[in-house]
């Protein structure tokens, strides 16, 4: 059973995994990993786990793979960051670390995978699109990142 204030907006919705992980990201662009045992709350007020300042919102919750090592970002200036899974630290609450830099906007989306298996997302079309050849897009956590693919969809989401 949930209990919602009026406000409180839905990001995403998924079963429960004890042993999983959880990616989450703020509209700043910042964001961390958390265990799903973590974000469990018995109480009936629920449980806070990312910190977010006054005018900035909770954008990605997004379940991780045990075998995904990369994660994606791409922000409100269409600009693709990828990076290593190992530089994103593991907490159990807080804000979090800068995962893409910007000078104007914030985070549009994030999703972790695996990077032999390329970066998948669906075009406006309906189709799967998946981008093999990612070095033009990696680069280390916080910096600001390349150009989406042409293709990209225009949401600048993922799904």
């Known amino acids: 059973m949930v209990d919602l204030p009026n406000e409180a907006e839905i990001i995403d919705l998924f079963v429960h995994q004890p042993e999983g992980r959880l990616l989450l990201a703020s509209s700043a662009g910042d964001g961390f990993l958390v265990p799903e045992a973590e ?3 018995q109480t009936r ?3 806070q786990v990312l910190n977010l300042r006054d005018g900035v919102t909770a954008r990605v919750c997004r379940a991780v793979a045990a075998a995904d090592d990369a994660v994606a970002v ?3 200036n269409r600009k693709l960051l990828v990076f290593q899974m190992d530089e994103l630290p593991e907490m159990g609450r807080g804000k979090g670390v800068r995962l ?3 000078k104007d906007g914030g985070l549009s989306d994030a999703r972790s995978f695996r990077l032999e298996n390329g970066l998948s997302w669906r075009d406006p079309a309906g189709r799967t ?3 093999t050849e990612l070095a033009e897009w990696l680069g280390k956590r916080a910096s600001a990142g390349r150009m989406a693919p042409r293709g990209f969809p225009r949401d600048n989401r993922f799904t």
């Open 39 to 41: 974000v469990v709350a």
């Open 100 to 102: 893409q830099k910007y």
């Open 45 to 47: 007020a629920g449980k």
């Open 129 to 131: 699109r998946t981008e």
């Open 74 to 76: 791409v922000g409100e």
